[in-house]
C-alpha cells in the first residue's frame, strides 16, 4: 500500500512525540504490520530516529514487523487457560500448523501468536481466530477448528 | 449543559428507565460481555432475533454488560410486559426458540436453563437472581449495574443516580472532597492498597499550573478481568470516577490507558466519552462550575510491566515502558514531569459511591485496616467461575466454597495477586481476604485475580509459568529482574524435566531473594513471590521432582508417561485416528498398542477415549 492512507491519519495527529504509539498502532492497522517504509515515514514526520522507532516498537508485543497471515490465531496462556491445558493446546496448533508463535504459515493462512490473557478466564482455554474467541477449548476442538477454517 | 438542564435530563431518564421496568413491549436481555460472546451470546441473540421475526413478535433486545456467573454464559434474561426479570443461563442458540415459544405461545415461564428472577422474594417458585448461592454472599457496589443496565445509553446510568455523585461534589471544596474519601478508608485497588486520599493530597499540594489524573485500565495481570468487565458493563461508574478525582487533585486533563487487547472496553468507553460531552459533563466549566476536565483514551500496546506506573508515563509519553526510580513519586512529578495521579479503574469506579451514601456507609463494609469490598475474578477449577464483589475481609473458604462451589478434584492452592503473588495452600483457606493477611501469608491482594487449582495441577509447572511470565515482560532495566528471573526459570525447568538436584531448590531460593531485594520496580520486587511461596508452603511436591523423578499432578509432560490398559481397551480406533504421529496402532476390536518412542504427550488419545466412553478410561496417563 503506498503512504497516502498512512499521511491521512498523521494528519489526525498533532506530531508530538507521545503521538508515536497512537500512530504506529494505526499504521498497523492499515497493513497488518509495520513495513519498514511507514516508519521511514513516521520518522521523517516525528523527527525521531528510525533507530528509536524501532526501539520503542519492539518493545511492545503488539507490534510486528512481517505480514500477517490472512487468519490470525491467537493462543492464550493466561493463567486459568494455563491451568486448564493451554499449553497442550498450543502444542498440538504449532505441530498442525507447521510453524512457531510468531510465524506465518508458508501458504501465507495462519499466523500464530501466543497471548497472555484476553481476559476470559472463566472459559478457558480460550483461543481467538481473527478475534472471534473460542471458548472451553480440547485439543481435539483446535483441530476441528483448524480444519474447518482451512475449507473456509 | 446547565445544572437544571441535567436534572430535566435526569427526570426524563428515570421515566425512561421506570418504562423500561414497565415494559409496554417484551424484553430481551443478552449478556454481552466479551466472555459471553466468547460462550456463544452473539449466536443466542442471532437466533432471538430470527424467532422474533419468524413469529412475528414485537419485542426489543437490550444487550447488556457481564452480572458475573461466568459459568452460566451465554445468559438471557426476559421480561414480559410488566413482569419480572426473569434469567436463563447457558442458553445456546438452539436452547433459544424452546425458551421463547413457552414465554409467548404458551404464556408460562420454562423451567429449563432458569437462573433467578430480578425482583425481590420468591416468584412462584423460581429463586431470586441475587439469592442462587453465588450471588447471596456477595455485596456488589462497584458492579451494582452491570447486566442490569445498558451500558452504552447514558440513560439508564442516569436513571440509576449517575452523576449525583459528581454533582455533589461541585458544590463542596476539594478539601471536603478529599475529607469525605479519606474518612471512607478506600485504599488502590490496583494491587498495592496505598490510600487513596494521600496520594491524592501529596498531587494537590504540589505547585503546578498543570496535573493529570489517569485511569490505569492495563489490566495485565493474566487471569484477572474485573476492570475489563466493569468498563464493559458500567462505563460510566468509572468515569464519573475520573470527574471526581479529577476535580479534588485540580486536573484538567485525563487519560485512560487500557489494553489494545480489550476491543469491546475501549468501544464503549468511546461511546459514553461522546455521551459525556454531549451533555456537558466534559469540556469547559462543567455544569456551570469553574472545573474544565477532559478525557482522552490512550491504548497500551502490550506490555505488562506498563501497569507500573512509572512505565505507564512513559508508554503515554511514546517511549519503551521502562520503570524508572522513585522519588520523585508521580504524584510529584509524573507526565510531562507535571503531577500526576494514577487511580486503578476499580477505585474509580467506587467513588462516586462513597460521595452519594457517604464514607461512613462504605467504611460499614470490610475489616478494621481494609475498608469496602473488592471485586475478584474467581476462576480455574471452582464449579462456578466468575466475577464477583466481597467484602473485605471474607475467608477464602467461603468465597471458594460458597460463592465458588469449591472443586471437584480434592482443592489444592488458590493464587491470590496474579504473577506478583503467591499460591496458597489448603491451611489458609480460613484466611481473611485483606491487604494485611495476605501480605503476611507471602501473597498480595494483587488486582483481584483468584485463581483455584486442584490436584490435577502440578505446583511447579505453576511457578514456573509465573516466572516465565515476568523474564518475558520484564523490561530489561535492571540486572537482578532481567537476569534474575531467567535464571530462576532454568531452575525451575530443570526441576520439571526431573533433572535438577536438591541444592537447586536452595539456590533458587537465594536466587529468588536477590531479585526481590535488588529490583527497581514492583515487577521485579514481586516476580519471585510465586516461586518463594510454592516453595514454602509446597516443597515436597518439588522434592518429589527432584528425588523420584515423580510429578504428583501428573502433568510435567517429561514426567509422564501414556499406557493403554490392554483389558479396558475395546480396540474402537478412534484414538489411532487421532493421534498425530501415528504412535498407536492394532487392528479394530483388539487392544490396541502405544509406541512411547513416537508419542508427543499431546493428549489427544486420552480426550477421544474419555469423550467417546466406548472404551472409557482405557487409556491413562500416569507418573
Redesign the interface.
Known sequence: MANGGLFAIMQEFKGERGDLIPILQRAQDLDGYLRPEAIRSISRWLKISENEIYGVATFYAQFRFHPPGRHHLKVCLGTACHVKGGEQILAMTKQRLGVDTGQTTADGNFDLDRVACLGCCALAPVVAVDNKIHSQMSVLKIQKLLDEQKQD | MSKNKIDSRRRQAVAKWEKLRNNPVPFIYIGAG??G????AAETQAAVEEYLKRKGIDARIIQVGCIGP??L?PLMDVQMPGRERISYGNVMAKDVARILHAFFDDGEIPKDHLAGHFGEGELDGIPSFYDLPMLKPQVRIVLRNCGIIDPDDIDHYLARDGYKGFEKCLSMTWMDVLDIVKRSGIRGRGGAGFPTWRKWETCRNTESDQRYLICNAD???????MN?SLIEGDPHCVLEGMLIAAYTIGASQGYVYIR????LAIKRLKTAIGQMRELGFLGPSILGSDFSFDIKI??G????VCGEETALIA????????ARTRPPFPAVSGLHGKPTIINNVETLGTLANILRNGPEWYAGFGTETSKGTKTF?????VRR???IEVPLGIKLREVIYDIGGGTQKPFKAV?SG?PSGGCLSEEFLDLPIDYEHLAEAGAIMGSG?L?V?DSD?CIVD?AK??MS?TQK?S?GKCVPCRVGTRHMVEILEKVCDGKAVLADLDKLEKLALTVKNGSLCALGGTAPNPALSTLKYFRPEFISHVKDKRCPAVSCKNLVVYRIIPGKCTGCQRCVK?C?TGAISGPRSEPHNLDKSKC?K???CY??CR?DAIAGDAIIIES
Open positions: 466479551s466472555c460472546l466468547a460462550a456463544g461466568c459459568y454464559e489490566e495485565g495481570d493474566p487471569g484477572a478481568f475489563r489494545a487487547e480489550y476491543p490512550k491504548e500496546a502490550g506490555a505488562f508508554s503515554i509519553e511514546g517511549k519503551r515502558g521502562m475474578s474467581l476462576v480455574g477449577k467461575t466468575g466475577l493464587q496474579g485475580g485463581i487449582v495441577t505453576m509459568y509465573f511470565f515482560e523490561c487421532v498425530p508427543i499431546c493428549r489427544s480426550e477421544i469423550f
